[in-house]
């Protein structure tokens, strides 16, 4: 009889090793990513719809790459931090299945999925919580747009894979902390990515919408400049987790410019406590409006790029 | 970042043109023209060389204005400029000790946001994009207080040269480095008010910012000095146009970013795959260029289909000649057949000459034989005694019969029930349907077809005779019931193999233990059946007479043990007789013809089953076959014969096929199988040669094919037939055809039939047989 045993994977996900002969050296020596934008500078966008031949819509959005300073440091490809890389598709609108009620309005439904290799924790092949938490939220955002009414008895399907994920935190700082989460922070940027990724595939599906709507992320950060004593907290636009010491707290929302309307605002963070906003500790109003800021930066983005599609389309 | 002012540059002169006509914008650089620069410069070196240690005291740009206003006479501006640095002195000193608006420590915090300005030292060109002038009297309260005069004055000057300066306007723009910073702010600033164009007026307007909050533009303006102000203080005037030395803050300039090498890989034009194909030479290759796609043509699967596909529909081709259109409906359908059949994988056809291997395989005989007789005369017993001497029963099955028949009250039957399967039958005691089982001698394999010998059944004997190649026609031999037998379904029986082909018979005269074997009593019957079987034509080489006893088994397969009986007989037993008979020959060159007798599910690999007698031609496995009447083509997956799976099978034996591609609903107990190639074809209408048992007029009548039986009627009577010469009797129309004529008769048909020629029929009316024959 042959050997039917399979020798299984861990179930959960594996960190790629890090030797030691990094881990030795101090952590400064080592090639920390530090910011290069000034504080209200977003990322450079790549964003491209119709990207899927066979979907209704899609788009791909990347963000460039944090840049390094010094690009000295060990050159394993696993600690290179790359930008996030998203594509979405869109399925639909098409007709519900015939055992299911009726519903007057468009029934939108979204799945945000990590790919494995997506971040330096491999994520597993089924949806976990923050996936689904993503997907609750994206869902929340995008239903605020479309125009729902138009497709009763239909439902649309907008499906995210992130190629490329945020990290949580700068890998060098993860050692010694074991497995304890470092509060997540890149859902914050990967959702307002899948935010305006969806936007731009919903318009290339030719869903009516009141408006595109575009993600924005805030977030106040603290440095590690002062030694002695706890740096100043700083209001950033578009952080990127690995690039910060630490994030004290963090915005994102989901912003549409024509109607000046917030259809999902998340909120993480240490944010608010003190009855009078000072520099280091801004209150959750200017954290809220600077994501709404970001979120019209990459409203420029996503505006461009289907008038870039619609020129294409038209030329044709 | 310098890339990005570059790029913003680019549409620097529109955006400026845009704005040259608005009124609040008019800067004074933008007026000044080559000449007047180069002027600007020399004398702003000459002034500083003078001026000296108060030369850090002044800025480069007061000392150009100070030029700009005395008309570069050196003098006065430095007379001026002196002035100047003595009163700032002054003033500086004076803050100092007031200690108002320090500033400094804020500075330290904002360098972060703007690296190149600290407070109080903002370049005058960027404060002055931020206020909006939207009524002149704003306009001092944005900048300090000692550029208010030089400012005004020097618009006043422009103002005038406006007209002058419109030509070389697009030459002043390539600006010294400084003003081309201020510009990119400008440009910026143009940009963003373009996007959102009432923002602009609502939210350069200070007063403005008291009014409640209600839209964006508004929000925006609010939170462009996050790090500086709370919302619920209200913010003191002099950090104001620092606030708006963070402006680029508020609007984040997000650039579009090339795409990575990953997007560059993905939404790239595969021109460039072209290309590297094209570079490596391609092994074994007759044309080193791949076609561009592989998928154009047809695959050489296609290719296989079609010429298939195409070769079947020539066989079967008929008909007139298709046009255009049909053939085109006609590809297209076969186009479908095929694909379907790709579907389901069929067994291919091995393509045997089935008949070399039928002869090459030929061991054994094969005969089919119909058992006949009048009802109670002991066929079922007869046959059910041959097979259990032969062993094709064993002892346990006959005892347990035995057991259950005593029950019922009729021991006798036991061996009855050896055919007899049915519940029905059994409780009756007489056969119903057609029952059939095999045995082999040394020399040939039966197949025994147990008729029902009732006369209500006789549907289901002349089915049973339809499969047969010669009958085997059972007598009572007991007092009487000869007689009657005669009269009734012996009689009937013997007609009716005979018309349907069967030649040889052999009477088998049973039940001679019930009068002790008396030699007279067999002679006499024989005399009789052989006279009456002689009229019936069957030759007298082909009636041959067995005696025996069914029952006590005597002369069926072992010899007779009775001394009385073997003093007089000496003949063959049954079984010796039926080892006589010579191998039938069989139409094997003929078309395919099969008659499906049952049709089951044979499990679940086999949906579709039917069994039958191979009439005429051969098959094997992955045949194509037409199902007439329903004119539906199915194929052979596998044949079983003697529930064993054999690659072919020929006429004359008796067969199980598993059928596939084809619905049960196309196929009924009856229909003919046939192959596409020479299909039988469905009538309405026929004619037959018919030897009339009863009065043929035209009349309603049963028309009985093996199997299958449609109503139909008698439709002309053409005319009798001469029994000897079969030629047409001369002469008038008959009106009725009487017992025993032969006449040829139009018979119509109330559904389709397949028939051909040749085929046996038997006419029924109101369950008395009138007449049987073959279709012409």
Same mark, same amino acid.
């Given at each position: 009889?042959?050997?039917?045993?399979?020798?299984?994977?861990?179930?959960?996900?594996?960190?790629?090793?890090?030797?030691?002969? !990094?881990?030795?050296?101090?952590?400064?020596?080592?090639?920390?990513?530090?910011?290069?934008?000034?504080? *209200?500078?977003?990322? +450079?966008?790549?964003?491209?719809?119709?990207?899927?031949?066979?979907?209704?819509?899609?788009? !791909?959005?990347?963000?460039?790459?944090?840049?390094?300073?010094?690009?000295?440091?060990?050159?394993?490809?696993?600690?290179?931090?790359?930008?996030?890389?998203?594509?979405?598709?869109?399925?639909?609108?098409?007709?519900?299945? +015939? *055992?299911?009620?009726?519903?007057?309005?468009?029934?939108?439904?979204?799945?945000? +999925? !990590?790919?494995?290799?997506?971040t330096r924790k491999r994520r597993g092949y089924i949806r976990d919580s923050s996936e689904r938490d993503l997907g609750v939220h994206l869902e929340t955002a995008l239903r605020g747009v479309i125009i729902g009414d138009r497709w009763p008895k239909s439902g649309v399907e907008v499906i995210i894979t992130i190629l490329e994920g945020e990290e949580d935190q700068w890998w060098g700082d993860d050692r010694g902390r074991g497995s304890i989460s470092a509060g997540e922070w890149g859902m914050m940027s990967v959702l307002s990515g899948c935010i305006t990724v969806a936007s731009a595939a919903i318009a290339d599906a030719g869903i009516d919408c009141v408006d595109v709507i575009s993600g924005g992320v805030s977030a106040v950060v603290r440095g590690s400049e002062i030694s002695d004593r706890l740096s100043p907290g700083m209001l950033v636009l578009d952080p990127v987790p690995s690039e910060h010491e630490e994030i004290v707290s963090a915005c994102i929302v989901a912003y549409l410019p024509g109607r000046d309307e917030i259809t999902d605002i998340w909120v993480k963070g240490d944010i608010g406590y003190g009855s009078q906003s000072s520099e280091d500790n801004p209150s959750y109003e200017e954290l809220t409006d600077n994501a709404v800021q970001a979120a019209l930066g990459s409203h420029r983005v996503l505006v461009g790029a289907l008038k870039e599609t619609a020129a294409l389309k038209l030329a044709r | 970042m310098s890339r990005h002012r570059l790029v913003k540059n680019l549409d620097l002169d529109n955006e400026l043109d845009d704005f040259e006509g608005g009124k609040d914008y008019d800067d004074t650089e933008e007026e000044i023209s080559e000449a007047d620069k180069e002027h600007l410069r020399a004398g702003t070196l000459e002034v500083k060389e003078m001026l000296g240690d108060a030369a850090n005291q002044v800025s480069e740009k007061e000392i150009q204005d100070s030029l700009w206003h005395y008309y570069y006479d050196i003098e006065k501006t430095v007379n001026y400029l002196?002035?100047?640095?003595?009163?700032?002195?002054?003033?500086?000193?004076?803050?100092?000790?007031?200690?108002?608006?320090?500033?400094?420590?804020?500075?330290?915090?904002?360098?972060?946001?703007?690296?190149?300005?600290?407070?109080?030292?903002?370049?005058?060109e960027r404060q002055s994009i931020l206020v909006a002038p939207m009524t002149p009297t704003e306009r001092p309260q944005s900048g300090p207080l000692e550029e208010k005069p030089k400012m005004s004055k020097l618009q006043v000057l422009a103002a005038s040269r406006k007209k002058k300066a419109q030509e070389q306007k697009a030459g002043s723009m390539e600006l010294i480095s400084k003003d081309v910073k201020g510009l990119t702010i400008n440009g910026k600033e143009d940009a963003v008010r373009k996007q959102i164009p009432e923002r602009q007026d609502v939210s350069m307007e200070p007063n403005t910012a008291k009014q409640p909050a209600r839209g964006f533009p508004f929000r925006k303006r609010k939170d462009s000095n996050p790090h500086e102000k709370s919302p619920k203080a209200p913010s003191p005037r002099p950090k104001k146009p620092e606030a708006q030395e963070d402006m680029p803050m508020e609007v984040p300039v997000v650039m579009k970013a090339e795409p990575s090498a990953f997007a560059n890989t993905m939404f790239s034009s595969t021109a460039c795959l072209t290309d590297t194909a094209s570079l490596f030479t391609m092994l074994y290759v007759a044309k080193p260029t791949n076609t561009a796609d592989p998928f154009s043509g047809p695959s050489p699967d296609d290719i296989v289909i079609a010429a298939q596909s195409k070769a079947s529909s020539n066989k079967g081709g008929k008909g007139p000649p298709k046009t255009n259109g049909e053939k085109k409906a006609d590809q297209i359908a076969n186009g479908i057949e095929a694909m379907k059949l790709d579907n389901t994988p069929r067994a291919t056809s091995k393509n045997l000459e089935v008949l070399k291997e039928y002869e090459k395989a030929e061991k054994k005989n094969e005969a089919n034989f119909v058992v006949i007789g009048h009802v109670d005369a002991g066929k079922s017993t007869m046959m059910g005694r041959l097979l259990y001497d032969l062993d094709v029963v064993d002892q346990r099955t006959i005892d347990r019969y035995r057991k259950d028949a005593e029950k019922m009250g009729k021991s006798s039957f036991a061996l009855a029930w050896v055919l007899d399967q049915g519940t029905e039958e059994r409780s009756r005691g007489v056969t119903i349907d057609i029952a059939m089982n095999k045995f082999a001698t040394s020399k040939t394999k039966f197949i025994i077809l147990d008729a029902p010998g009732h006369k209500d059944f006789v549907p289901n004997m002349i089915a049973g005779a339809a499969q047969a190649d010669f009958a085997v026609l059972v007598i009572d031999a007991s007092t009487g019931s000869f007689e009657s037998g005669l009269q009734g379904q012996t009689k009937e029986h013997a007609l009716l193999v005979r018309s349907m082909g069967v030649q040889r018979i052999i009477v088998a005269v049973n039940k001679l233990d019930t009068i002790n074997w008396s030699q007279d009593r067999f002679d006499e019957i024989s005399q009789q059946t052989s006279a009456f079987l002689l009229s019936a034509n069957f030759q007298k080489k082909n009636i041959t007479f067995i005696p025996c006893s069914g029952l006590q088994g005597d002369n069926i397969v072992r010899k007779s043990t009775e001394a009385v009986f073997t003093s007089w007989y000496t003949g063959p037993t049954l079984v010796e007789e039926l080892d006589?008979?010579?191998?039938?020959?069989?139409?094997?060159?003929?078309?395919?013809?099969?008659?499906?007798?049952?049709?089951?599910?044979?499990?679940?690999?086999?949906?579709?089953?039917?069994?039958?007698?191979?009439?005429?031609?051969?098959?094997?496995?992955?045949?194509?076959?037409?199902?007439?009447?329903?004119?539906?083509?199915?194929?052979?997956?596998?044949?079983?014969?003697?529930?064993?799976?054999?690659?072919?099978?020929?006429?004359?034996?008796?067969?199980?096929?598993?059928?596939?591609?084809?619905?049960?609903?196309?196929?009924?107990?009856?229909?003919?199988?046939?192959?596409?190639?020479?299909?039988?074809?469905?009538?309405?209408?026929?004619?037959?040669?018919?030897?009339?048992?009863?009065?043929?007029?035209?009349?309603?009548?049963?028309?009985?094919?093996?199997?299958?039986?449609?109503?139909?009627?008698?439709?002309?009577?053409?005319?009798?037939?001469?029994?000897?010469?079969?030629?047409?009797?001369?002469?008038?129309?008959?009106?009725?055809?009487?017992?025993?004529?032969?006449a040829r008769v139009v018979v119509d048909l109330d559904a389709q039939v397949p028939l051909e020629s040749g085929m046996r029929v038997v006419l029924r009316d109101e369950g008395e047989t009138v007449g049987s024959g073959v279709v012409e």
């Open positions: 009889m042959s050997d039917r045993r399979r020798v299984n994977g861990p179930s959960g996900g594996t960190h790629t090793p890090i030797f030691s002969k !990094y881990l030795a050296k101090d952590v400064k020596e080592l090639n920390r990513p530090t910011r290069v934008r000034a504080p *209200n500078v977003l990322r +450079k966008m790549f964003l491209k719809t119709g990207v899927t031949p066979s979907a209704s819509g899609s788009a !791909y959005l990347e963000m460039e790459p944090p840049r390094t300073r010094n690009a000295i440091g060990p050159g394993l490809a696993s600690l290179s931090t790359s930008g996030l890389k998203l594509t979405c598709t869109v399925h639909g609108p098409r007709p519900l299945p +015939k *055992n299911a009620p009726f519903s007057p309005h468009i029934i939108l439904t979204t799945h945000v +999925k !990590y790919a494995p290799f997506a | 002196l002035g100047v640095a003595e009163r700032r002195n002054k003033v500086e000193q004076k803050k100092k000790k007031t200690g108002c608006l320090s500033g400094s420590e804020t500075a330290l915090s904002f360098a972060k946001f703007s690296g190149d300005s600290t407070l109080f030292n903002i370049p005058v006589n008979s010579e191998p039938v020959l069989r139409a094997l060159e003929k078309p395919l013809r099969m008659t499906i007798a049952d049709i089951f599910r044979g499990g679940v690999q086999n949906p579709l089953s039917v069994s039958g007698r191979l009439d005429a031609g051969s098959l094997q496995t992955g045949d194509a076959l037409l199902a007439q009447p329903s004119g539906e083509k199915c194929y052979i997956k596998s044949i079983d014969l003697d529930e064993q799976p054999v690659p072919w099978a020929v006429a004359g034996q008796h067969i199980t096929l598993h059928l596939a591609d084809i619905d049960p609903i196309h196929l009924k107990i009856g229909d003919v199988l046939s192959s596409p190639a020479s299909p039988i074809k469905n009538a309405e209408s026929f004619t037959a040669k018919i030897l009339a048992f009863g009065f043929l007029m035209p009349m309603k009548v049963d028309v009985h094919r093996g199997r299958v039986h449609v109503p139909g009627r008698v439709k002309r009577l053409v005319g009798t037939l001469d029994k000897t010469t079969g030629d047409l009797v001369k002469g008038k129309k008959p009106r009725v055809v009487k017992p025993g004529m032969v």
